[in-house]
Each structure stands twice: as C-alpha cells, then as structure tokens.
C-alpha cells in the first residue's frame, strides 16, 4: 500500500516553494515566523532548517493547480498565484485544526500552537486566509477574479466541512452520509477548487474548469477515505503520527462510521469499545481497529475510495488535453488512494 | 463626553440589518447559531432576542460605507454588499480577539466562545472571514473586484496589528510609535477601508476613494484612542466592560504608553504598579487610572484624538460631495472622539 509522489508533484513543489517563500515573507515578523516554522523552513529557534532535514508538506494543491494549468496552457506561471493561495488555505486549516482538535503534532514536529501559544496561532491562520485572498486578487485578471471567488467558496465549504467534523464529536451516531458530506466539504472543497484554479488562471473556457473540479471533487473525497484508513493503520514513522491516532482520539472517520453502521455484532462491541470514559488503552485502540476491520469498515473504505478515483477519472473522459498532462493526471489520481502519508 | 449617534449611523443599521441577516443565514446550522448570537439576534439558546432587548454593536463600519457611498452616489445600495463585508470582517476580528484576550464578556453578554467553546468560535470567525470575500465577489463588477482587494488588504493589515498587539503583552517597553502603529492596522485599516468600498463599489473615480479612505484612516487612529479612553475611564453600564477593564488585564494602550514614556515621577510610578505580579487588586486599578492621567496620558490621548478628527475633515477639503454627505461624514467624525461606548 505504498507508493512514491508521482513526478508531477515533486515538479510543481520545486515551481511553488520561491513563489511560496516570496509570499510569506511579506507577513510581518511575528507572522512570517509562525508561518515558516509550519512550513518547515526554519525550527523553533527561527534557524534555517536545511532543506534535506525539512518536515514539508505533500504540496498536492499546489501540485494540482499547476498541472490542471498544463491541461489548459503550456506554460502553468499564470496559475501560480493558485498554487500559492490554496497552499496557504491548506496551512491556515491546518494551524486552527491543530488548535480545535488539541493535536500537539504535526508533520513529525510539534505543531506550531505548542511552541508558538494558541493566539498567535490563531492569529497566523488568519493571516494565511488573509494572504490567499490578496494573492488572486493581486492578478488583476478576469481569470484572477474567478480564481479569487472559486476559492472563497471553496474556503467556505471548508469552513463548514470542519463544523460539521466538530458536531460529529458531540454526537453518539453519524450515519455514513453526513460522514461522506463532511469529507466532500473538509477536504474535497480545497481539491476541487485546486484542479480549476488552474484552467481560470489561464482564462480556459467550459469544459475544462468544471471537469477538472469535478475530477479534483472525487479525488478529495478519495484522498480523505485513505487518510481515515492511514489514521488507523498507517506507519507512524512515515505518517509522522502515532499508530491508531484516530482510534485513540475516537475521531469519528469514515471506516468508524462504516464499521458502527454495518450492523454487525462487531459494530455493537465497537461502540461499547469508543464508548468506555476516559483515555483508552493500548489495548482498546487495537481491539477498537480489529474491529473496525471485522465490521467491514476497512473494506468498505478501501472499495469506496477506489470507485471515487474510478468517478474522478471518468471526469476527464472526453475532455481535450495533452496526453502527458493526462497521464500524469490519472497517475496522481492513482497516487492518492496508494500513498502511505 | 458622551453623545448620541448620528443619525447616519442608525440609519445604516435598519439598511445593513436584512442584507446582514441574508447572509448569515448562508452558513450552516452551527455557525450560523454562533454568528447569530454574536450580532445578538438570538440569546444562549438560540432563541431569538426582541429587537429592544438586543445587545447590537454600533455598526459604525457598515454605516461609514453606506454613507462615503452617498458621497459618490445617490442610491447607496450597490454598496450593500461593502457594508455586509466590512461588518463580517469586524465580527471575525471579535470573535478571535475574545478568544486570543481571554476576554469572557462582550456587548453585556457572555462571549460567544464562553458559550459555544474554544474550537467553534474560532471557526465561526473563520466562516465569517471567507463570507465576506464571497459576498464582494460575487457582486462579479470591476467595483466590486477592487472592493474586493480593497477588503482583503485591510484585513491583512487588520491581523498584523492584532499580532503587534499579542507581542506587545510579552514586552516591557513600548514607544508611542509602535503602539499607534499598532492602531493603525487592528483599528484604522479596516476604518479606512470602509469609508473606500462605498465608491469603489459605486465605480467612483479617484480623488473620491482616496480621500474617503484617508479621513477614514485617520478616524480609525481616533476612534482607538477613545477606545482607549474608555477602556480606562468608561462607563461599566455603557460599555459593558468592568469599569478600568484595560489597566486589570495590564493592556498597553495609548494613554498607558503615553504615561509611561512622558517620564515623569508618575510614569515610573505607574510601571512599577503595573508591573506587580498577580491579578491587580481593585486599589491597584485605581491608583494606575490616576497615575495614567497624572502623568499626561490622558490629555495626550484626549489631543491626539481631536488632532485626527481635524486631519480627517481635512482630508475632505476641496473633494467634490453633495453637502449633505459631508455634513453626516463631519457629524460622524465628531461622534467617534465624543462617544460613550
């Protein structure tokens, strides 16, 4: 179950990082310190961090963006500026998770809240939502301005998707749908809206934007089904989190959901398992994943993410563009279901 | 030194309150609980609060974009949307500042995250920050898209000062530059950026939003030294807040830095009483409001206050408007330095 990046995400991280840097470096010092410091470039201190030692980001957004231009354009600089801002909607969502979930790690490293307290946390994410906005806005193109809509309605979505994450805690049972609604809207947004940033930066007209994000809509929900999978059974040497961290968390995901759903009489011992007060055991975050797989839920997991690429690769049937670009497309698709962080 | 609103302002609110109401009702079922709540529509329980008994804020920010809008136009409504935004903007920075201050009261009322918790509110601000981008964009006119960078801008500056803010907490000494600095970018940028979207989104030429913008920066520096005044000499049953709120939370606010840096016998006094360890006793609040004053940094205050007000009419001088607008943008000007709350 693993899998190396393809070759057009490590292209679109090396065109990102200056463009990135550049950006940042217009916050303030406070900000621009926080901000480094969750993307990897400096530690603690604020020293530089050598960039074979970097805890970085996967950067698929980014990486999706710029690809997605080369279905539209031969030369993807126009969408930088979306490269850049869906970069930083990702890191400003994940600094307030980190704070609203109580994570205390992130990418191998502690989270950026731990080191840096909660307001000045809070208050560099904003700083992000801020930048991502002015970035697309800064183009002054009709295609920017698109941009620039797309990705607040994206954001909001987001925004929601994460609402609906927090209830979820509050709640005893989730059906499988609203868990499915709340991944669409959580990670699938900021997908989607990475896929068509692309083809308006470069003023592309229908069918493109729309296939693509449609494309980049069942990937996300794909993406989000095997993370849930690698939150349970992932290596934490490569996840950069602990084993069963989602389990321990008793974070409702969607094999949780699909297991506690199947009606089974593991489902029932499942929920009696989440259910026990207090922090639960060793032991009870490895009978809790025993059972999670008995009820089905890995299964189901694993079959759903694979017909949600499936959908997403039937998007891009019919629609023109370069065969490299399409290849390399399919093979990301591939990628996210296959991927072991 | 009280006085009422203008009529420009409550007229504002009764044009902002359906268009805001619309808006809001967009999110989802829990953001939009708290961001009502927070606009003091509905009480605890999500009942709604009769218009009479509710705890609104002054929409002074709404009201100035409106109203600079009647300077470019005779009907305003085209700059609805502006005024949505600038008070979606303003709740976002509410509802995060509360958090990051630890500040449990607002309008009279429990703080939205004493009520809902830590996580939701912070999401509820974020929601509200991406609504506000949404809701110019939307507008899909070359006003709107430079409203839009407009907004995106002053919010960007909006954070930097808050983040100046938070540094300040863990600093000794603050000279009297950067703390107006600081003002210029948690209070003015988003002052001034009101008084810019009205004829932004009217298509006004320049001089107009220009001018507008500059007497709206410079109201901004003035509305925050009376913040400041009130914050130490206020009255609790106007302005909802404990009665020397900002000296008991040590806060480094302009008449503060201003006494601390006259060097005189009453600053040193005055560092030395604020710099005690503990929660400053009740004796001790009263002795540094007095000392704050001995020191001049209550007169200081009170001048650079009057002295803003007269850059801002200037800013006005000789910028084509019918009469009547600049009567109410004057009438305005006056009323921030002589408000109550």
């Known amino acids: 179950m693993t899998a190396q990046a393809p070759a057009a995400v490590s292209a679109g991280r090396e065109l990102l990082e200056p463009a990135l840097r550049a950006t940042v470096d217009r916050l303030d010092r406070p900000m621009r310190e926080i901000a480094s410091y969750h993307f990897g470039w400096t530690d603690e201190t604020g020293a530089p961090v050598p960039p074979a030692l970097r805890s970085t980001g996967k950067a698929l957004r980014p990486a999706l963006v710029l690809l997605a231009a080369r279905a539209a354009d031969d030369d993807p600089r126009p969408a930088l500026p979306g490269a850049v801002a869906v970069e930083l909607v990702h890191a400003f969502s994940l600094l307030h998770d980190d704070i609203m979930d109580g994570d205390r790690t992130r990418r191998h490293r502690p989270a950026a809240w731990t080191v840096f307290g909660t307001p000045a946390a809070i208050l560099c994410g904003d700083a992000l939502l801020a930048l991502s906005h002015e970035v697309l806005l800064e183009t002054g193109t009709a295609g920017g301005h698109r941009a620039a809509r797309a990705l607040a309605g994206a954001t909001a979505r987001l925004i929601t998707g994460q609402a609906l994450d927090l209830e979820f805690e509050r709640r005893a049972r989730i059906s499988l749908a609203e868990c499915l609604r709340m991944a669409a809207g959580k990670t699938a947004a900021l997908l989607a809206c990475s896929c068509s940033l692309g083809p308006l930066l470069c003023e592309a007209p229908e069918p493109l934007p729309g296939a693509l994000a449609a494309f980049g809509s069942d990937l996300g929900v794909a993406f989000q089904l095997t993370d849930d999978l690698l939150g349970i059974w992932g290596a934490p040497e490569v996840t950069g989190k602990p084993a069963g961290n989602d389990l321990r968390a008793r ?58 690429v499936a959908s997403a690769r039937a998007h891009l049937d019919g629609v023109d563009m370069p065969d490299r670009v399409r290849a390399d497309l399919l093979e990301l698709a591939d990628y996210v279901t296959t991927r072991s962080r």
Chains 1, 2 share one sequence.
């Open 251 to 308: 974070k409702k995901s969607l094999p949780v959901t699909a297991a506690l759903n199947a009606g089974t009489a593991e489902s029932e011992r499942l929920a009696e398992v989440l259910g026990r007060p207090g922090v639960p055991s060793e032991a009870d975050v490895r009978e809790a994943a025993r059972l999670v797989e008995a009820a089905g839920g890995r299964a189901w997991t694993e079959a759903e993410a694979a017909a949600r």
